[in-house]
């Protein structure tokens, strides 16, 4: 396999809850909770899960943006976690992000060449200053907008084409990883299939690697190579695509994946669907020893005392977090 | 005459039967919602936006109509114009009808149309915590449907209240109603807005993207509830929504919308099977799916018109694999393609055979 | 000009069909806004009495040719000859070159308000400057940094606003026993930039979470960077309808304090001193004293208040 790009080892992330006018703490969300993971130079690492199963908050944290609790962080063997700040900054050339919502994430009084342009501003190594406006107009071609939008300002454009300067924006650096939260969530359809389409598009013309971060499982098994599966700042099954979506060894994954509609109609009433009981637990009080137990059909005593490690299990060829993991075939019709 | 007779000479109040409203006559044997030629305009500083341009569908009892589209293809106009509740201005009606058992609604007056609202139709928003009122318990909420329509006193509200909650699958029912809306997760919220539709039992539902916001597991739980209502009312069901995969779990038939005009009707069988629009095919065609893996998705160019200035001929010509000069010169009409089938498109049978 | 359209002006048009979201296709919010505005005839109006006055205060003589103080006590408090009502006896009432009578002491009421203006506009003017400055600077740090920073902040300010605006003003004054204009000018200051420093607050507060702020975060720019760059530019629409609207509340503040005697003294001359003057003969018969220098001032501080409200209706996308 190639060389590994991002390492995350035992990361947390407790976000403290504070009350009164002093602002004393009393208590903590642990919004993210020892995860370890592994990011391969070139391949896609979707991370799916329930809004509030810190997803968003964990590729934050992978980036820097948000300072990690503990745990080891290192991008290409460097050490993110305790980083100086100035280090931390002038290292953000190697790591990028695009957000899901194509209207607050582009600055409203700045042209669409300011803020392709802006990267440039803060690390003026990357491009002299001469070259600059050649460079933007390059980018814009690159995503598939006209240069000659340069002078325009975000307003004028609809949302996948925001969508599409966001991107502009991100390779500008030339990052080796890009962190997609919910890219394409916020578009249409059809818009979609576009904007999904240029990211593999970028990642083959310039050895990207993707954290692809989304609750839209089928857009997830399309990008993705290996896919994570989070519940309750926690991973609960880690593999490739096609371990995670054939062969689901958590209860948890099966859940989900049952729960996606199949826009087939002929499949209707043949396919099981788990449907969940009951809301997500709040991260500051999680259950005690396996998150997911309450909203579990297999749960027994052991799940509420012992928490299951994420290892590979017997019958399994990827790592689940189960007492009893066992694959289950959700994606397909049963009879 | 003493005091008491003055009294008892006045108007009786009647003892409120929900499905009476005066004054209109409603057929039962008429089809329980037919849709004619509906058209809506939006008055924008850029000029008049035909945002529901001739839209017309019949709903019968007990089924389900999936109305599909992308974001400003007019799918939650035609809801609003349905229930009157347009903001106007800058939007109006401007042609057709909208018959509830006969009863045209468009030509009803205010009071009128209040009252067929929540009594013969009910609505379930997308986003349920801007739609239930943050100040007042849910309880409370649901309970002044009864009080106001029906004159029930506070406690048989309650009472009521604390019925639909449990109807819909709220753990705990009779301590919830004194919950207010925030203190409901988003799935709890949505199941609290559906009892709120059902509240005066009406004879049709229209849910306007009820899931778009919930996770998927959250939405199973949520479509299984209407679609189990409704079977248990023998309610009729408009889903309005742009997932082509909740659609084909639980429409009996779908109706395409672009740009402010339905591109085709058919059941939902035949609709997945072989699409008769060219829009409809590039719909499915741009879902991931397993077989896809690797390869790039199938997309739709371009984006949809601006609908101040509509292309000439049909609107989807301009992004339309099958374009040709006839689809910018002439405005298709809805071809019949089979009984009970349409398809906008000159060029049915071409993207048939395809 | 203004009404031409900016899309015009860039070729390279948005690929046909592009749905315009939001407000139609043209340049930033601020050549929006300026079209709104041209169209608003109350704006207009404002602006033009708005513009009349700070011409008075940067260049009095272009106004009148009498001094600021050339009068003569002998034909003083003398209405002008078509205002309604009899003088009591003794007071000449047609006087030539005197076309809005004279004053208590006696000097030419028109030229009075023409140099009247300096010291209000100067106050006004210096005022929200620096008050822009104070409230702004504050305001951005609190909303940006939040923390610790924002705890001292906001409780200086909370401590600020607590203090009653007239009786710190009356206080400060009499203890500073200064009278000059820059001793009102501290005062103004020192009372005055709360609400603005809270204002841009709450604005830096919701900037701060956008996603385009924290992408600016993800390339690395400084916090400097992105207040001045982000925050700040995003911010400043608010911030200029405040001190549009701050300039007409100040000059009425201004007004008050030389009218109940704290503020400027003569032989400085303004608006405030000469309602000052005018108002123990107003009732007296002399009802002109009153009437003339109160409609200037009404007549501004009203301008700038609907010129700030008209600037805000432009700049707020929402209220279209």
Known sequence: MSEVVLAAADVRKYFPITAGVFKRTVGQVQAVDGVSLELYEGETLGIVGESGCGKSTLARVLMGLIPATSGSIRLEGEELVGMKPARLRQIRRDVQIIFQDPYSSLDPRMTVGNIIGEPFEIHTEVAPKGDRRRRVEELLEVVGLSPEHINRYPHQFSGGQRQRIGIARALALRPKVIICDEPVSALDISVQAQVVNLLENLQDEFGLSYIFVAHDLSVVRHISDRVAVMYLGKLMELGTEDQIYERPMHPYTQALLSAVPVPDPRLRGRREQIVLTGDLPSAADPPSGCRFRTRCWKAQDICAEQEPVLEVRAHGDHPSACHFAEVKVVTRATH | MSDSDILSA???????????????????????????????????????????????FTLEAGRTLGILGESGCGKSVTAQAIMGILDSPPARV??????????????????????????????????????????????????????????????????????????????????????????????????????????????????????????????????????????????GLILITHDIGVVADVADDICVMYAGREVEKADVYSIYDKPAHPYTQALLESIPRVDMKGKQLASIQGLPPNLTQMPPGCAFHPRCRFARQRCRDDTPPLYTVSPGRLSACHFFQEVLDT | MGSTSPATEDPGAVPTGTPARGPSASGSIWKDAGRQLIRNPVFIVCSLIVLVVVSWALFPTLWTDKGKLECDININRTPPSWFPGTPPPGYDTDLDGYPLGTTTLGCDMYSQLIWGARPSIVVAVVVTALTALIGTTLGLWAGYYGGRVDTVISRVTDIFLGLPFLL?????????????????????????????????????????????????????????????????????????????????????????????????????????????????????????????????????????????????????????
Request: hydrophobic share 50%; aromatic share 6%.
């Open chain 2, 10 to 56: 006045g108007p009786v109040p009647e003892p409120a039967d929900s499905k009476a409203i005066a004054s209109l006559h409603f057929d039962p044997t008429a089809p329980l919602l037919d849709v004619q030629e509906l058209r809506v305009d939006f008055h924008t500083h850029e000029g008049v936006a035909h945002a529901v341009n001739g839209v017309s």
């Open chain 3, 168 to 320: 710190g003003a009356l206080l400060f004054l009499a203890l500073l026993k200064s009278q000059s204009i820059w001793a009102v000018i501290l005062v103004l200051v020192v009372l005055g930039w709360t609400q603005m420093a809270r204002i841009v607050r709450g604005t830096a507060l919701s900037l701060r979470d956008q996603d385009f702020v924290e992408a600016a975060r993800a390339m690395g720019a400084t916090n400097h960077r992105i207040i001045l760059r982000h925050i700040l530019p995003n911010a400043l629409a608010p911030i200029i309808v405040l001190c549009t609207i701050y300039i007409g509340s100040f000059i009425a503040a201004e007004a008050t304090l030389t009218f109940l005697g704290v503020g400027l003294k003569p032989p400085e001359v303004s608006w405030g001193i000469t309602i000052a003057q005018g108002q123990a003969f107003a009732v007296a018969g002399f009802p002109h004293l009153l009437v003339f220098p109160c409609t200037v001032l009404v007549v501004t501080v009203l301008s700038f208040i609907l010129m700030g409200d008209a600037l805000r209706d432009a700049l707020d996308p929402k209220g279209r």
């Open chain 2, 94 to 235: 401007v042609g057709g009808r909208v018959l509830l058992s006969g009863v045209d609604l468009l030509t009803l007056n205010e009071d009128d149309r209040r009252q067929v609202r929540a009594n013969r139709i009910g609505m379930v928003f997308q986003d349920a915590l801007s739609a239930l009122n943050p100040v007042f318990k849910v309880g409370w909420q649901l309970g002044e449907l009864f009080r106001k329509r029906l004159g029930y006193s506070r406690t048989q509200a309650r009472h009521e209240a604390v019925r639909l909650l449990d109807l819909v699958g709220i753990p705990a029912a009779a301590q919830r109603v004194d919950d207010y809306p925030h203190q409901f997760s988003g799935g709890m919220r949505q199941r609290v807005m559906i009892a709120m539709a059902l509240a005066l039992d009406p004879d049709v539902i229209i849910a306007d993207e009820p899931t778009t916001a919930l996770d998927v597991t959250v939405q199973a739980q949520i479509m299984k509830l209407l679609a189990d209502l409704q079977a248990e009312r023998n309610m």
